[in-house]
């Protein structure tokens, strides 16, 4: 694994955009994906793992319900693959995980919490493109045909369910999936989603094995202020992320905290001439 530390905003820019030429297309496309957190302690759990003891056993009893009590017209499409990313997109726990192609997005979900403006923060950068080389065959001649480095609901309609999907092979892999775009939050997110072929494997586990397949960036905690208040001059922020009330409630309400909520504000303001 590589893992570097950020403390200052010229740092962290340095690191994110890392290897982001690609001399084929000769433009800076990087590969990567990321997913930014508040706490570096934080795991690469699913909202699945995250039900405690015998989650497994509930994947296929939540998915059932969910689609038994939802509006019918809600759902576009009857597929299995559009139903588990319309789930998760609404906050049922799911063994999918939100990622996105945008740093940026990623560095404002490392700093939405201020609760934990104490704690260092973490960006994880995922090469999809090499997770997706150790695919079982018939999903990487997939990939293969469409001339596509990710897969859509459509792509992947012909697996039936996330049992089919898990004896594709014997052992785990990782897979990346552009949602539909069902709202504007996922067009604004810029967001994807991975999935592992076993419930109970997590990516924190399936990355042990694979260290050049992945960065993590760690970010002092004394420079999120400054990333909170860059982010808000880029127009990254709650009331263009989640757009509509709600989000535009969270962006006023942050707008309205004191920077000193956790430290004095002098130091703050301080620390932010420095840089």
Known sequence: MCEERATTWDQLMDFLYENAWTPSLRRFRPPFVFRGMADVAFLLDTSLMRLGEGYQ????????????YALRNVIERDSFW??????????LPTRLMDWTFSP?????????????????????????????????????????DEGADLFTVDML??????????????EPFALFLEPPS??????????????????????????????DMYRKLVIDHQLKWEIRDKLDQANINERV???????????????????????????????????
């Open 182 to 211: 069902i709202d504007d939050r996922i067009i604004n997110q810029y967001a994807l989603f991975s999935v592992v072929s076993n419930p109970t494997v997590s990516l924190n586990q399936w990355l042990e094995t694979r260290p």
């Open 82 to 91: 559009y139903w588990l990313s319309v789930a998760q997109h609404h906050g």
């Open 241 to 275: 992320l989640f757009p509509g009330l709600d989000g535009l409630s969270q962006w006023l309400r942050r707008q309205y905290v004191q920077a000193d909520c956790h430290q004095p504000i002098d130091d703050y303001q301080n620390r932010f001439t420095r840089h």
């Open 104 to 144: 940026y997005v990623a560095l404002h979900f490392v700093t939405t919490s201020l609760e934990l403006y104490d704690r260092d923060g973490v960006v994880w950068c995922l090469d999809y493109q090499k997770a997706h080389q150790q695919l079982p065959p018939p999903l990487k001649q997939l990939l293969a």
């Open 57 to 68: 056993h509930s994947e296929r009893h939540l998915l059932r319900n969910f689609k038994k």
């Open 157 to 170: 309609s012909h697996i039936p369910s996330l049992d089919a999907f898990d004896k594709l092979a014997d």
